[in-house]
């Protein structure tokens, strides 16, 4: 009896093991698929990346660079690498302790772009991707052009700051001197084109492709082009051929495929070297950069990336950086590298910004006619008791390097306008604004020249400037003189600069934004929209009605 219970319990023993074996497999192959799962986002950031269609490549670390949901509360910004350098803002500075302000000219606009773009996705862009010079630079202004052979003029204005009557707020503005597409010298150009996996997306290499076509469209015999792309390894894909033979040049950008890592360095390394072989004495040489910014194979840390750009400058090829695509943008990156190249930076978010930057404003952005920009503004003690650069935190330069020509500033491009505001407080002014005091002097004391108070001027502004191939600076002076002018009677250009600042200023939240409010950047830029050909300032204002509605729905 006992041998058949045992027989007995085995053979269920046997079934059950069969039972439940499917079971097991089932639930062993579901744990290693959950553990791939967990692996798979542990990518390091200096892995190469997977192709772009693969979802959470990021590091799981990642934070969206902005908490704010969209303007309907639906969608969410998902978590991304962009990349933006701190900035601190500029701080009100006593004249009897530092009388002189120094700093090196922007034409980048890539700012302006760019917070467009996160506004128009429903979300407030981080602080730090709010540039306020690249923001106020986007937009032309009504400066005369210059006389003579000098290529650009200095207008001044001065009036009261709209977000604290008490203060003045002084704009200088710079004009570039307009050159007929037919008389800009011959070009030649390296596309540099960044076609790594990260690329694939429509609002990166598509629409990057369709932005060099319309460049291309502009070329003529005299220019030469040649086509450099990177992914894992760099490579000419297109010798230097004439700009008259659009459709080969255009032919090659089409037939660009994106997938690899980013070997950045490499590829700048070859556009260079390729830009100095085929290099125009009498002409326009420079590699226009395209890319997301994301390098991570070969030659890719800042230093090694501006020595080499550096080293290529000196020898007369410039450099031109174009922004794409969201998510893994390295703003930080791209603006240094074409600050240091001689060059601009510009982010391209659609395709109507392409036209303004690549037809539009060709000139301006391939061709320069001034280098190494300085300005040096010198206030008067009896006037000035007080003073604040808006915007050009990065841009600042010590007092010493104004004279110095070995010194690397800002270039300005063929018709290209640059504007800079001062916030200042007259002497007699009892300010809301804490002012840093300093210690009195033991061994020396500030004295003060007589005739500055005999005199009405307010400041004198100290430009210099190297033309492209020289390499000694020229000097160009201008004193302001208060005329009491009110913000009602200021100028158009006075009034939308102010506008687009205080929109700067709120949306960084900046301790100097005073009274500013949305409300009265509106009615600021709605009477100085002016005649606006190109819809600009238009899309200013709706930019501004949209960012007002987000604002409100985050309280």
């Given at each position: 009896?006992?041998?058949?219970?045992?027989?007995?319990?085995?053979?269920?023993?046997?079934?059950?093991?069969?039972?439940?074996?499917?079971?097991?497999?089932?639930?062993?192959?579901?744990?290693?698929?959950?553990?791939?799962?967990?692996?798979?986002?542990?990518?390091?950031?200096?892995?190469?990346?997977?192709?772009?269609?693969?979802?959470?490549?990021?590091?799981?670390?990642?934070?969206?660079?902005?908490k704010l949901r969209s303007a309907d509360n639906v969608a969410q910004p998902t978590p991304n690498t962009e990349q933006y350098n701190r900035i601190e803002d500029n701080q009100f500075v006593t004249v009897k302790n530092q009388p002189l302000s120094t700093f090196s000219i922007d034409v980048d606009t890539a700012s302006y772009s760019n917070v467009r773009r996160f506004i128009n996705e429903g979300q407030l862009p981080p602080k730090d991707a709010v540039r306020i010079e690249e923001m106020i630079n986007y937009f032309t202004y009504d400066y005369p052009q210059p006389n003579g052979d000098r290529p650009f003029a200095i207008t001044t204005e001065i009036s009261q700051t709209p977000w604290n009557p008490k203060h003045k707020l002084v704009q200088i503005g710079l004009q570039g001197k307009r050159i007929a597409s037919e008389n800009i010298p011959p070009s030649n150009l390296v596309f540099l084109i960044d076609v790594?996996?990260?690329?694939?997306?429509?609002?990166?290499?598509?629409?990057?492709?369709?932005?060099?076509?319309l460049l291309t469209n502009q070329l003529t015999a005299k220019d030469k082009v040649s086509i450099v792309v990177y992914a894992g390894n760099a490579g000419l894909v297109l010798p230097p051929t004439p700009g008259n033979e659009k459709q080969k040049i255009i032919s090659a950008i089409y037939k660009l495929k994106a997938g690899g890592s980013t070997a950045g360095g490499e590829g700048i390394k070859l556009a260079y070297?390729?830009?100095?072989?085929?290099?125009?004495?009498?002409?326009?040489?420079?590699?226009?950069?395209?890319?997301?910014?994301?390098?991570?194979?070969?030659?890719?840390?800042?230093?090694?990336?501006?020595?080499?750009?550096?080293?290529?400058?000196?020898?007369?090829?410039?450099?031109?950086?174009l922004g794409f695509g969201m998510g893994?943008?390295?703003?930080?990156?791209?603006?240094?590298?074409?600050?240091?190249?001689?060059?601009?930076?510009?982010?391209?978010?659609d395709l109507q910004e392409a036209k303004k930057v690549l037809v539009t404003q060709m000139g301006g952005t391939i061709f320069t006619i001034a280098k190494d920009v300085k300005i040096q503004v010198e206030f008067n003690p009896t006037k000035v008791q007080a003073y604040r650069l808006?915007?050009?935190?990065?841009?600042?330069?010590?007092?010493?390097?104004?004279?110095?020509?070995?010194?690397?500033?800002?270039?300005?491009?063929?018709?290209?306008?640059?504007?800079?505001?001062?916030?200042?407080?007259?002497?007699?002014v009892k300010s809301d604004v804490k002012l840093t005091q300093v210690?009195?002097?033991?061994?020396?004391?500030?004295?003060?020249?007589?005739?500055?108070?005999?005199?009405?001027?307010?400041?004198?502004?100290k430009l210099r400037y190297k033309a492209p191939k020289d390499t000694t600076s020229e000097l160009i002076t201008q004193p302001l003189i208060d005329g009491n002018v009110s913000f009602t009677n200021a100028s158009n250009n006075l009034k939308f600069a102010a506008a687009v600042a205080e929109f700067g200023m709120i949306l960084r939240e900046s301790e100097f934004k005073g009274a500013a409010n949305f409300d009265q950047v509106l009615d600021l830029a709605r009477q100085s929209k002016d005649v606006d050909l190109a819809g600009y300032r238009t899309e200013f204002i709706s930019l501004v009605e949209k960012t007002k509605s987000l604002a409100v729905s985050q309280r």
């Open positions: 009896m006992n041998k058949k219970l045992a027989n007995h319990r085995q053979y269920w023993q046997v079934k059950l093991l069969f039972c439940w074996f499917p079971l097991l497999i089932l639930t062993a192959c579901g744990s290693e698929q959950a553990n791939k799962a967990k692996q798979a986002p542990q990518l390091s950031a200096s892995s190469p990346r997977p192709a772009a269609k693969l979802p959470n490549a990021a590091p799981p670390a990642a934070e969206p660079t902005a790594s996996g990260s690329m694939e997306e429509p609002n990166k290499l598509p629409l990057l492709q369709t932005s060099f076509r070297d390729i830009a100095k072989k085929n290099f125009l004495p009498s002409g326009n040489n420079r590699v226009i950069l395209a890319t997301d910014g994301d390098f991570n194979v070969g030659v890719s840390s800042d230093s090694e990336l501006v020595r080499l750009i550096e080293n290529y400058r000196n020898q007369g090829v410039f450099l031109t950086v893994n943008l390295k703003d930080s990156k791209m603006e240094q590298l074409a600050d240091k190249g001689n060059g601009n930076y510009a982010y391209i978010d808006i915007g050009y935190e990065n841009r600042a330069l010590q007092a010493e390097d104004f004279k110095n020509d070995k010194k690397d500033a800002g270039e300005l491009g063929a018709g290209h306008s640059v504007t800079a505001l001062y916030e200042i407080i007259p002497v007699g210690d009195p002097l033991r061994y020396q004391q500030n004295q003060v020249d007589s005739q500055a108070y005999k005199n009405n001027e307010l400041m004198l502004v």
